[in-house]
């Protein structure tokens, strides 16, 4: 689905970022351990994600059925969340779960760049956690990043989400560089406070953008899910 495009004050155009298929709402969580939780999967050390790609060729039998399972079982892959089973979640959606790497940044600045960058210079953050792992399925290996960026009041939370979500406002570093996220495969959460963001990418271009987008989605709310 192609966003919606918006022309800047000086007449060049960009696309808008929206909840499911571009830069969207959110939970707390208590301290950093159940997020951890939620994307554990073995180790934090060296792990090396492939490059990135934005494909929106047409869907594979082994690419339908993937979203199928996503939008069929999120709701059951919640509840594993909530259990502390994340490997269980994602193998519910028919994606297998690979090792993480993690960041936590108490200087948010520091770990994102533009105009998104310039709001928490003048509107600072608590912390932001960011969890970077790949998920397998038959049709390939997507990249996926994850933030949660604890905001110190709602509006604070409100304006970075709003800022963040519209495409080419800048964006939250990778944890790893080797990986580019173009950031049209994207979802936010907010509650209160606390805003999560997820974004995916194709390792090696063989994912389409009708599989990258449901997984987006399907990260951020499991993030958001974890107790």
Known sequence: MTPPIRTRPDGTKYPLRGSGGGKGTTAIV?????LAMWAA?????????GGSGTTAGSMSTVDAATVRSIGKNLPKARRDIKHGNPRRAWKRLGLRLGRRVTDNALECVTATYGQVRNL??????????????PVEYGG????????RVRMRS????????DLIDEHGSGDIRPVLPTVRFSGYHYDSKRRRTTVFLAETESRDGNVPKQVLDPTAKAAVTLASSAR
């Open 30 to 34: 208590a301290g950093g351990l159940a």
């Open 41 to 49: 999967g073995g180790g934090t050390g060296g792990v090396t994600l």
């Open 120 to 133: 928490l210079v003048h509107r600072s953050c608590r912390d932001l956690r960011r969890f970077q792992f």
């Open 140 to 147: 390939g290996t997507i990249s996926v990043l994850v933030s």
């Open 154 to 161: 709602v509006s604070g939370a409100r304006s970075f989400r």
